[in-house]
């Protein structure tokens, strides 16, 4: 089951990092060496919180701290066949699209999915366990908030790209790390401190 976990964040938690995602080109940034995660608050001022915000990811989820929340309610989500183009933007391999692939609906509120990348390994653990590879679909909304629908995946055979059996193979972590800079190569932030945030659960296939 925790195979296939949805986890979603609002921007609220992601802050200093689904922002990021679109103005890191252009700059040096790294998951090592001189301009690894421990620097990335001092890169660009609009990227402080990722040294002083308190609301960040990835985090190590706990299940003895996870609160079952009767109040959530399904993801909808209206996807479908849309232009894309494959980006490798040296830190992460990821697709970019040219038209709406459609929406994720929560809360009656719609967020456009915008973009997905992949990190490997995994950047969220749970009960400090790390998986092979993490999927982040970024979706907006009109009022420009973001939610970012977080993927895991464990290494065995290859599976279609959105399979629910969330599995990739070798060769398909190969072909994701190849291009990648040099220092990025593990493209995966440190599991960040809760600081007394919840995190709430929702099992989707109940």
């Excluded at 090592?32 to 995660?37: R, V, Y």
């Excluded at 009767?70 to 933007?89: D, G, I, M, Q």
């Excluded at 692939?101 to 509120?109: A, F, R, S």
């Excluded at 060769?171 to 007394?196: V, W």
């Amino acid at each position: 089951m925790a195979l296939q976990l949805f986890i979603i964040f609002a921007l609220s938690l992601l802050l200093g990092i689904a922002s990021a995602i679109d103005v890191f080109r252009g700059m040096e940034i790294g998951y090592s060496g001189h301009n690894g995660p421990g620097k990335w608050g001092k890169l660009n001022p609009t990227f402080s919180p990722c040294s002083t915000g308190k609301r960040q990811s990835p985090i190590n989820i706990q299940r003895n701290l996870t609160v079952h929340n009767k109040l959530l309610k399904p993801l909808t989500r209206n996807y479908e066949s849309a232009n894309a183009t494959l980006v490798n933007r040296g830190y992460s391999v990821g697709v970019r699209f040219e038209e709406s692939p459609g929406d994720l609906l929560i809360n009656g509120k719609n967020y456009t999915l915008q973009q997905f990348h992949w990190h490997l390994p995994a950047e969220h653990h749970i009960e400090g366990q790390r998986f092979a590879a993490e999927l982040h679909m970024v979706h907006r909304a009109a009022d420009n908030s973001a939610v970012v629908v977080s993927m895991l995946y464990h290494e065995s055979k290859a599976d279609p790209l959105f399979s629910m059996v969330m599995s990739i193979s070798k060769e398909q972590i190969t072909t994701l790390d190849s291009p990648l800079n040099s220092h990025c190569k593990k493209n995966a932030r440190p599991c960040q401190p809760l600081n007394g945030r919840e995190v709430d659960m929702y099992d989707e296939l109940k």
